[in-house]
């Protein structure tokens, strides 16, 4: 079986059913019995727009860049895509395979 890696780019501002989108997806992820999930929050980026969001004092920082990652098996985590397209639809979205080197296996 196969393990990979998903990953959902999102902003702290991105909503889903009036939500954090992160809070949405993550318990979606965990009622969906995928191995495991984390919500990464970044200092600093910037997306298609190429607008730069920062925690920088001198620019109060909103809409700063969050990541979502999710490990399980290829095929778990394909069916879930389905729904996390519907709940995100315009947020970059990747699956790439991994190999599991420590940890409990997949």
Do not use: W
């Not at 979606?28 to 925690?55: C, N, P, Q, W």
């Not at 778990?76 to 397209?85: G, V, Y």
């Amino acid at each position: 079986m196969r393990s990979a890696v998903l990953r959902i780019y999102l902003s702290e501002n991105d909503r889903c059913n009036g939500r954090p989108a992160h809070e949405v997806i993550l318990e979606f992820m965990r009622d969906s019995k995928i191995a495991g999930a984390t919500v990464l929050h970044g200092i600093e980026g910037y997306g298609v727009h190429s607008k730069i969001h920062t925690t920088s004092v001198l620019r109060l920082g909103t809409g700063l860049p969050m990541i979502l990652e999710a490990v399980d098996s290829e095929e778990k985590i394909r069916e879930i895509l389905p729904e996390l397209c519907r709940m995100v639809p315009k947020e970059l979205i990747t699956l790439q395979q991994v190999e599991i080197i420590s940890g409990e296996k997949i």
